[in-house]
């Protein structure tokens, strides 16, 4: 029997080629994503596909039941990739926004998690693995809704992963940091919908950080494709011992190894002229 990996935000980008590439190895895939057009296509790609809002309690617990009911209540993998990033200073953040955030990359993520973990339970084995960021352990300015929401998930994820010790569950995180994909479109949209640049202080910053979300192709040194992502979670899901984390692109190392060494203070200094 094909080993069943439930995919959230398959739509495009990492999540598209992560249910590719997993498809190509012999599992079968249910890729999941938000809006019923994209399951329609999933579908005549040859998916299984079903429509899973994480902003939505019930549409979590059908997709999620579906997926329990096709494969006979067996889940080996969880892919937790569906999120997007709010743009905006911290101060221009209100609580609706940041609120939006968290529902969507922590809140509607946790709810998946739980629903899957009793059926792997029963089984005595699988492999939660979270897709979260380089921002999951470092901070930038304009960023802080998406920061806080991937801190918040890896602080969630590391103690399920102690909590689930001797279970046969492993729980790993993915630190991605620049991929090409549609985040930047999604984060433009939010952008548009939740700050209010006109009466802001950071006006200035806003009208440049506009051209760069709106820009096509990568804007960023050591940009990798999705590909790089789908090697992670390949690994986490058939490894015997899955890492606890997996950092991907030159910036997530190069981050992870200075906030090692460095004090706040000069980290900041660091961080400030990105």
């Not at 990492?14 to 997993?22: N, P, S, T, W």
């Not at 990739?81 to 953040?93: I, M, R, S, T």
Request: hydrophobic share 40%.
């Amino acid at each position: 029997m094909k080993r069943s990996v439930l995919i959230t935000g398959s739509s495009s980008g990492i999540g598209r080629c992560v249910a590719e590439g997993l498809r190509g190895r012999g599992f079968r895939v249910f890729a999941t994503a938000r809006r019923q057009e994209d399951v329609e296509k999933l579908i005549r790609a040859g998916f299984e596909s079903v429509q899973l809002d994480l902003a939505n309690t019930a549409s979590i617990t059908a997709a999620v039941d579906q997926v329990l009911q096709k494969t006979g209540g067996r889940i080996y993998g969880l892919f937790n990739n569906g999120a997007y990033g709010q743009p905006g200073a911290v101060e221009d953040l209100s609580r609706d926004a940041l609120r939006e955030q968290f529902e969507i990359n922590l809140f509607g993520t946790h709810e998946v998690t739980r629903r899957v973990i009793p059926a792997m339970r029963e089984l005595g084995e699988g492999r939660i693995i979270q897709n979260s960021s380089v921002l999951g352990f470092i901070a930038l300015r304009y960023r802080g809704a998406y920061v806080a929401s991937k801190y918040a998930l890896e602080g969630l994820s590391d103690t399920l992963r102690l909590e689930l010790k001797g279970t046969g569950i492993t729980v790993s995180l993915i630190e991605p940091g620049p991929i090409l994909s549609q985040f930047r479109a999604n984060a433009y949209a939010a952008y548009q919908r939740n700050i209010d640049c006109d009466h802001s202080p950071h006006k200035q910053v806003y009208e440049s950080m506009e051209k760069r979300l709106r820009a096509d192709g990568p804007v960023v040194p050591f940009t990798l494709g999705s590909e790089a992502v789908l090697k992670c979670v390949i690994h986490a899901l058939e490894s015997r011992r899955p890492r606890d984390r997996y950092y991907v692109t030159f910036p997530t190392w190069l981050f992870a190894c200075l906030k090692r060494i460095l004090p706040g203070r000069m980290m900041d200094r660091i961080l400030e002229r990105i």
